[in-house]
């Protein structure tokens, strides 16, 4: 969203540049040049008050409603039986002494081990196979890869659910058929599998889109001065693809650890299939059992904040590792 | 509508995220309009309720009384209307008539959003039972709101398998247990019913009947909490006991797989409430003319108690600038005639003013054809139902209920439901303790 003004005010600094001898700038009026000067403002005010509307300002407020908290007096009813008062950081001492809240961060982290290896993988095998020459009716398979993408993620979810459970799912019913064992898919480490299918199953399709994409920007000479020097595809496909959409490669990675940390409709969904999951499965589902069961703005304001500092400092660590990875390559 | 409370508040519940985008925007329609009034004009109201077809009760109101305009506004149901509602308040902009779930009066009432209405309903008293006002005035002399709809615990069973295997329909919980062996002996591959640990509101129904109390109020102006009380543990134990014998089924209730198991016949009994009827059309389609209503089971022979699972009242609110109005038709919906026979036609509700209990509309459910006298049944044992005492936090005991429950159903061992009944206790406790009520434990 930021990006296009900014290059509009880019392209305005260029002018005085451009027209470098001095005599052109004294007979220029001065007037036009203000104007000039006040438009990428003009330009930037929607997208600035938008931004203070709906980010800014309820960011501001969540954090403003953490410091706070609600303190009862004698029985509690009636009027005046409440009062919002100032908890300082208390609400944040709250959230880190939370083994409850502590565990939820564990489980989604375990559960990003799994399914972000998992779907890149597939999204970058995927997207090279697609890519080859010889990939036969490639449309149609990539709209096929592409297409549990466009299932909302809910419907995915509670598909999926009908599918685990042992009494109704036909995947079930083959396997009384041969005799074979029957694991439970909502015990234990098998949960985590279980919300990792259903991730990868509608992510992998985006994934692959934009590392497909990157790669169908590669110029073709590049694979035709390779292939002279007798580069195989694989050789093509480990040395040169990769590399080149190394890129892309990282903003899905971020795009899925964020996804990881708020893992939500998942275990939402399957939640009332079975008794082996907390309501506080997954940070957000703690943040939601708080704020929208519990009414508890205020802890619930503090756990997001909480949650949001995490993701930030994780992309931000993660970006200065991939930076510096990258920049040792080229040198 | 208990029962399509229960499924919208699953259905919505996942749909979580975006309520916090919506909380803001529907809050601020939703309010009570100050201009009209004062100007001569129809006094306007709003009245916020999730029970389907709402509005056509509303409108026989209406066409009778001019001067007095309802309209309601659909919301999601459960824990999400509280939150809603609150919400509102805050802003100043709560609905005039509010439709509250029984457990949800003391957390309302604790956030000032419902206002004492005794000057306008006290009346109404001796339209309901006891057990059923006691809930609406919280123990005290104000009145919070007219009690809508009830949800009396029963016993239902599948009338032809019980035939077939020779089974007896269980008067005590004693007998229960034992119907409960015999039924695992003679299908092997079913089980009289299951634990859910999905539902606490079922749970708090049952140690009603035992005669737990999870909160009180003393004279004094201090709360007791009492859920890991005698009552409660007996409860806890006796389920507990026979999941961990493994002559119980433990899966939720609610599932695709619980549907699958009450229409194949694995499952060939349910404990419910008055509202089971409408569950099982839907659940077990095939087993239509195949059930029959029983009494709870009790836990000593020759008693009638019975505990209660949903229900909701109407309340007003302390936004509104015609708190009479809005009580009377509170009053008006639940009392008369006319409205109780539309609620029950068109929302498909178990009234619970008494004299809603009986008459020619209450009509034998068309999946009980077998049973005639369902609704005679059904007012007897409305009659005993035991009062229920909710407290300002139930929702944080639900969710201890949940997750504590859950691992001891999934793990059938008995020793773990009655630690999770007192995990339930504690986090209870200190819950209020850390807001700041006055409270002490039992």
Same mark, same amino acid.
């Given at each position: 969203?930021?990006?296009?003004?900014?290059?509009?005010?880019?392209?305005?600094?260029?002018?005085?540049?451009?027209?470098?001898?001095?005599?052109?700038?004294?007979?220029?009026?001065?007037?036009?040049?203000?104007?000039?000067?006040?438009?990428?403002?003009?330009?930037?005010?929607?997208?600035?008050?938008?931004?203070?509307?709906?980010?800014?300002?309820?960011?501001?407020?969540?954090?403003?409603?953490?410091?706070?908290?609600?303190?009862?007096?004698?029985?509690?009813?009636?009027?005046?039986?409440?009062?919002?008062?100032?908890?300082?950081?208390?609400?944040?001492?709250?959230?880190?002494?939370?083994?409850?809240?502590?565990?939820?961060?564990?489980?989604?982290?375990?559960?990003?081990?799994?399914?972000?290896?998992?779907?890149?993988?597939?999204?970058?095998?995927?997207?090279?196979?697609?890519?080859?020459?010889?990939?036969?009716?490639?449309?149609?398979?990539?709209?096929?890869? #592409? *297409?549990?993408?466009? @299932?909302? &993620?809910?419907? %995915?979810?509670?598909?999926?659910?009908? +599918?685990?459970?042992?009494?109704? $799912?036909?995947?079930?019913?083959?396997?009384?058929?041969?005799?074979?064992?029957?694991?439970?898919?909502?015990?234990?480490?098998?949960?985590?599998?279980?919300?990792?299918?259903?991730?990868?199953?509608?992510?992998?399709?985006?994934?692959?889109?934009?590392?497909?994409?990157?790669?169908?920007?590669?110029?073709?000479?590049?694979?035709?001065?390779?292939?002279?020097?007798?580069?195989?595809?694989?050789?093509?496909?480990?040395?040169?693809?990769?590399?080149?959409?190394?890129?892309?490669?990282?903003?899905?990675?971020?795009?899925?650890?964020?996804?990881?940390?708020?893992?939500?409709?998942?275990?939402?969904?399957?939640?009332?299939?079975?008794?082996?999951?907390?309501?506080?499965?997954?940070?957000?589902?703690?943040?939601?059992?708080?704020? #929208? *069961?519990?009414?508890? @703005?205020? &802890?619930?304001? %503090?756990?997001?904040?909480?949650?949001? +500092?995490?993701?930030?400092?994780? $992309?931000?660590?993660?970006?200065?590792?991939?930076?510096?990875?990258?920049?040792?390559?080229?040198? | 509508?208990?029962?399509?409370?229960?499924?919208?508040?699953?259905?919505?519940?996942?749909?979580?995220?975006?309520?916090?985008?919506?909380?803001?925007?529907?809050?601020?329609?939703?309010?009570?309009?100050?201009?009209?009034?004062?100007?001569?004009?129809?006094?306007?109201?709003?009245?916020?309720?999730?029970?389907?077809?709402?509005?056509?009760?509303?409108?026989?109101?209406?066409?009778?009384?001019?001067?007095?305009?309802?309209?309601?506004?659909?919301?999601?149901?459960?824990?999400?209307?509280?939150?809603?509602?609150?919400?509102?308040?805050?802003?100043?902009?709560?609905?005039?008539?509010?439709?509250?779930?029984?457990?949800?009066?003391?957390?309302?009432?604790?956030?000032?959003?419902?206002?004492?209405?005794?000057?306008?309903?006290?009346?109404?008293?001796?339209?309901?039972?006891?057990?059923?006002?006691?809930?609406?005035?919280?123990?005290?002399?104000?009145?919070?709101?007219?009690?809508?709809?009830?949800?009396?615990?029963?016993?239902?069973?599948?009338?032809?398998?019980?035939?077939?295997?020779?089974?007896?329909?269980?008067?005590?919980?004693?007998?229960?247990?034992?119907?409960?062996?015999?039924?695992?002996?003679?299908?092997?591959?079913?089980?009289?019913?299951?634990?859910?640990?999905?539902?606490?509101?079922?749970?708090?129904?049952?140690?009603?009947?035992?005669?737990?109390?999870?909160?009180?109020?003393?004279?004094?102006?201090?709360?007791?909490?009492?859920?890991?009380?005698?009552?409660?543990?007996?409860?806890?134990?006796?389920?507990?006991?026979?999941?961990?014998?493994?002559?119980?089924?433990?899966?939720?209730?609610?599932?695709?797989?619980?549907?699958?198991?009450?229409?194949?016949?694995?499952?060939?009994?349910?404990?419910?409430?008055?509202?089971?009827?409408?569950?099982?059309?839907?659940?077990?389609?095939?087993?239509?003319?195949?059930?029959?209503?029983?009494?709870?089971?009790?836990?000593?022979?020759?008693?009638?108690?019975?505990?209660?699972?949903?229900?909701?009242?109407?309340?007003?609110?302390?936004?509104?600038?015609?708190?009479?109005?809005?009580?009377?038709?509170?009053?008006?919906?639940?009392?008369?005639?006319?409205?109780?026979?539309?609620?029950?036609?068109?929302?498909?509700?178990?009234?619970?003013?008494?004299?809603?209990?009986?008459?020619?509309?209450?009509?034998?459910?068309?999946?009980?054809?077998?049973?005639?006298?369902?609704?005679?049944?059904?007012?007897?044992?409305?009659?005993?139902?035991?009062?229920?005492?909710?407290?300002?936090?139930?929702?944080?005991?639900?969710?201890?209920?949940?997750?504590?429950?859950?691992?001891?159903?999934?793990?059938?061992?008995?020793?773990?439901?009655?630690?999770?009944?007192?995990?339930?206790?504690?986090?209870?406790?200190?819950?209020?303790?850390?807001?700041?009520?006055?409270?002490?434990?039992?």
């Amino acid at each position: 969203m930021t990006s296009a003004p900014l290059k509009g005010s880019d392209r305005v600094s260029v002018g005085p540049l451009a027209d470098g001898t001095g005599t052109a700038k004294s007979v220029r009026p001065s007037r036009p040049r203000r104007s000039g000067r006040s438009a990428p403002y003009w330009f930037l005010v929607p997208t600035l008050v938008l931004f203070a509307a709906f980010t800014v300002i309820p960011v501001g407020y969540a954090v403003w409603l953490s410091l706070h908290k609600v303190q009862v007096k004698g029985i509690g009813l009636g009027k005046g039986a409440r009062e919002q008062v100032w908890n300082g950081f208390g609400n944040y001492a709250d959230v880190l002494q939370d083994s409850e809240f502590g565990h939820s961060v564990l489980r989604a982290f375990g559960y990003g081990l799994i399914v972000i290896p998992t779907m890149l993988g597939l999204a970058l095998v995927f997207a090279l196979m697609l890519d080859t020459p010889k990939a036969r009716s490639a449309p149609f398979a990539r709209l096929a890869i #592409f *297409l549990p993408y466009a @299932v909302p &993620g809910i419907i %995915a979810a509670l598909m999926w659910g009908f +599918l685990y459970l042992p009494d109704v $799912s036909p995947f079930y019913y083959l396997l009384r058929m041969f005799d074979l064992p029957q694991p439970d898919l909502f015990d234990g480490g098998n949960l985590y599998l279980s919300f990792a299918n259903i991730a990868v199953w509608g992510g992998t399709g985006f994934n692959m889109i934009v590392i497909y994409t990157a790669l169908r920007a590669i110029p073709p000479d590049i694979y035709e001065a390779a292939r002279i020097d007798g580069a195989s595809s694989l050789n093509i496909a480990l040395k040169i693809k990769i590399p080149i959409v190394m890129p892309s490669l990282v903003l899905t990675f971020f795009f899925s650890v964020i996804a990881t940390l708020q893992v939500f409709t998942e275990p939402m969904a399957l939640k009332p299939l079975t008794n082996g999951l907390s309501t506080t499965w997954s940070p957000l589902m703690a943040i939601y059992d708080s704020a #929208f *069961l519990k009414s508890d @703005v205020y &802890g619930a304001s %503090a756990t997001a904040v909480v949650l949001a +500092l995490a993701t930030f400092v994780l $992309s931000f660590t993660l970006l200065r590792i991939s930076d510096r990875y990258t920049r040792e390559d080229r040198a | 509508m208990s029962i399509h409370r229960r499924q919208i508040s699953r259905r919505t519940m996942l749909a979580g995220a975006a309520a916090l985008g919506l909380t803001g925007t529907s809050a601020a329609c939703g309010g009570s309009d100050d201009d009209s009034g004062e100007s001569g004009g129809p006094v306007k109201l709003t009245y916020w309720s999730w029970a389907p077809n709402m509005e056509k009760v509303a409108a026989i109101w209406n066409k009778k009384n001019p001067d007095i305009t309802v309209t309601v506004s659909k919301q999601g149901s459960g824990a999400e209307i509280l939150t809603k509602v609150i919400t509102a308040k805050k802003a100043g902009n709560a609905p005039d008539l509010i439709q509250a779930e029984y457990q949800s009066l003391p957390t309302l009432v604790s956030n000032d959003v419902l206002a004492d209405i005794s000057k306008y309903v006290g009346d109404a008293k001796s339209d309901f039972a006891e057990n059923l006002w006691d809930m609406v005035t919280l123990g005290t002399d104000a009145v919070y709101g007219v009690p809508q709809d009830s949800g009396p615990l029963m016993f239902y069973y599948r009338e032809d398998l019980f035939k077939k295997h020779g089974l007896t329909v269980p008067k005590t919980w004693t007998e229960f247990a034992e119907t409960a062996r015999a039924a695992r002996k003679a299908l092997p591959d079913a089980y009289l019913t299951t634990f859910s640990s999905s539902d606490p509101g079922l749970f708090a129904g049952l140690t009603q009947q035992a005669g737990a109390k999870w909160w009180t109020v003393d004279s004094g102006g201090k709360w007791t909490v009492g859920i890991d009380d005698a009552a409660s543990r007996k409860v806890a134990e006796f389920w507990g006991g026979l999941v961990q014998e493994g002559v119980l089924d433990n899966q939720p209730m609610y599932t695709p797989a619980w549907n699958n198991a009450l229409n194949k016949g694995t499952h060939i009994a349910w404990v419910s409430a008055v509202w089971a009827p409408g569950v099982l059309v839907s659940s077990a389609p095939d087993t239509e003319g195949k059930w029959r209503m029983a009494p709870l089971p009790q836990w000593k022979a020759g008693e009638n108690v019975t505990g209660s699972w949903g229900g909701s009242s109407t309340g007003v609110s302390t936004d509104s600038d015609h708190a009479e109005a809005a009580a009377k038709f509170a009053h008006w919906i639940n009392t008369d005639p006319e409205a109780l026979a539309a609620l029950v036609k068109e929302v498909g509700i178990y009234p619970a003013a008494t004299k809603g209990q009986s008459g020619d509309v209450l009509t034998t459910p068309a999946f009980f054809p077998n049973q005639k006298d369902f609704y005679t049944t059904a007012a007897e044992i409305a009659a005993t139902t035991a009062t229920a005492a909710w407290g300002p936090n139930v929702q944080t005991a639900y969710t201890a209920f949940n997750d504590g429950f859950g691992k001891a159903a999934k793990a059938k061992k008995e020793a773990q439901f009655t630690s999770a009944l007192s995990t339930m206790q504690s986090k209870t406790f200190d819950d209020m303790k850390k807001q700041g009520f006055e409270v002490t434990e039992a």
